[in-house]
């Protein structure tokens, strides 16, 4: 009975906290509410970063349960610290930074109302919020140039290579009687982000040593590239064969989706030769 007072106690203050800590956050909240679900966005599978959390959390429930209570005493020097980058972060409108402390806020207050063992065992759930924090507009640009540039390379390799004459200037790859332009939304940063999440997923729960849950989790990153320059080889031959309004519109979307599914079925594969 005092054991379930002192744990019913903890849970009120931590909520307490935590729920002082949303109303404080809700500019960097919603900054990031804004970018899942801003037009062409490349981080609409945010929203669902914290349900999976979550949900891998309460997957363990029972094991967290039997924990001994441990408080730590790094727990309140890094909430501290946390909140002080958070409040510089917040004045400079510095909002990626500012997402970031508060993960280091959360791992502050994990560490020090439940411990070191506790914080351990939920610590990929902690990690995994990353994928909810949208990188920096400049940075997007950036790799988005680079993956639409390497894209086209490849597509144009591919192209030349079953006999469908191509040339590239830029992201531009022209074919003899059709053209297609592999724009920012057609490099696979999307599928690149949302691949990397879930391959991060894949890892944790692969049963096997830490090395082959590395290469898995690094795989995403060429499956995704890989999938999507057939993607745009596809949408090429379809252009070249039949007209550039086939590989447009429904065709186009379509592709998109397939190409999502038939990387997670790639990543799969990995998965399961590793294991």
């Known amino acids: 009975m005092l054991k379930f007072k002192a744990y019913s106690e ?5 909520a307490l906290i935590s729920i002082l800590l949303i109303a404080a956050s809700t500019p960097t909240i919603l900054w990031m509410w804004d970018r899942w679900f801003d037009q062409g966005s490349y981080y609409s599978h945010g929203i669902l970063v914290p349900v999976v959390s979550i949900f891998l959390i309460l997957r363990k429930k029972e ?11 790094w727990g309140l020097k890094l909430f501290l610290s946390g909140i002080a980058f958070y409040w510089a972060s917040a004045l400079l409108h510095v909002y990626f930074s500012s997402a970031f402390a508060m993960l280091l806020i959360t791992a502050g207050i994990v ?9 351990r065992a939920i610590l990929f759930p ?19 140039f680079k993956l639409k540039i390497l894209a086209a390379q490849l597509a144009t390799l591919i192209l030349n290579a079953i006999g469908l ?17 592999v724009e920012d939304s057609c490099g ?24 082959n849950k590395i290469l898995l989790f690094l795989s995403s990153i060429p499956i995704a ?5 057939f993607r745009i080889v596809f949408l090429s031959t379809i252009g070249e064969l039949w007209g550039t309004e086939y590989a447009r519109g429904i065709l186009h979307d379509l592709s998109g989706y397939l190409v999502f599914a038939f990387s997670f079925l790639m990543l ?4 399961k030769s590793l294991e």
């Not at 902690?126 to 988005?144: D, T, Y």
């Not at 590239?225 to 320059?229: C, R």
């Open 126 to 144: 902690l990690l995994f919020l990353i994928f909810m924090i949208p990188l920096p507009l400049i940075v997007v640009a950036f790799i988005c």
């Open 268 to 271: 799969f594969a990995v998965k």
């Open 63 to 73: 094991a967290l349960k039997k924990l001994p209570f441990e408080p730590s005493p």
């Open 111 to 119: 560490l020090h109302f439940y411990g070191e063992k506790f914080f």
């Open 10 to 14: 903890l849970h009120r203050k931590e």
């Open 165 to 181: 004459p191509a040339i590239r200037l830029s992201s531009l790859i022209k074919l003899r009687h059709s053209y297609v332009l």
């Open 188 to 211: 696979g940063l999307k599928s690149l982000f949302a691949l990397t999440a879930l391959g991060s997923i894949f890892a944790y729960q692969l049963r096997s040593r830490m090395l």
């Open 225 to 229: 590239t890989v999938t999507n320059t």
